[in-house]
Each structure stands twice: as structure tokens, then as C-alpha cells.
């Protein structure tokens, strides 16, 4: 059972490995090209990345703590750096 932001190494792949979903305790990667056919198959992928989507809503929704903003990863640069090759 994929539980979003629950770890780091999780990953929820859906149709095979089209769609990946990489797990983090801060942020999760949506990563991958799924095409939906108006077809058995292509409801089964829509209704795992609905589910999928839905568990992350579902924790966004229940953070009584959820900030704005999450600084941005990595930290940007805090100076300049000699050129090494000059």
C-alpha cells in the first residue's frame, strides 16, 4: 500500500512502470507518460492514478501544519566560488 510522504524510498508505479511516483517525507516526484485508452485497460490506469492522487490530496487536507511554501531544494547558493580552471 503506497502511503504518500510516509518515507523516502517508496515508489508507486502504475501501468507497468509509465507513471512513476517517487515517495518523500516532503515532496513527491510525479514522473512518466500514461496514456488512458477509452478501453478496460485505460479505466483501470485512470482509476490507480485517481487513487493515487486522492490518498496525496487526502494527507495535503489532514496537515493541520501545512506550510505555504516549502523552501526550495537544494538550498540556493549562499556566495561565489573562485573558478577552479582560471
Known sequence: MFKPFAND???LNIAGD????????KRLT?????TIARDKAG???ALALQKAIGAIIEVLQGDASL????????AAPSGTADNPFI
Open 9 to 11: 524510498t517508496d515508489v
Open 18 to 25: 509509465a507513471i512513476n511516483i517517487e515517495n518523500g517525507v
Open 30 to 34: 510525479i514522473s512518466g507518460d500514461l
Open 67 to 74: 506550510p505555504a511554501k516549502l523552501p526550495d531544494e537544494p
Open 43 to 45: 479505466l483501470a490506469n
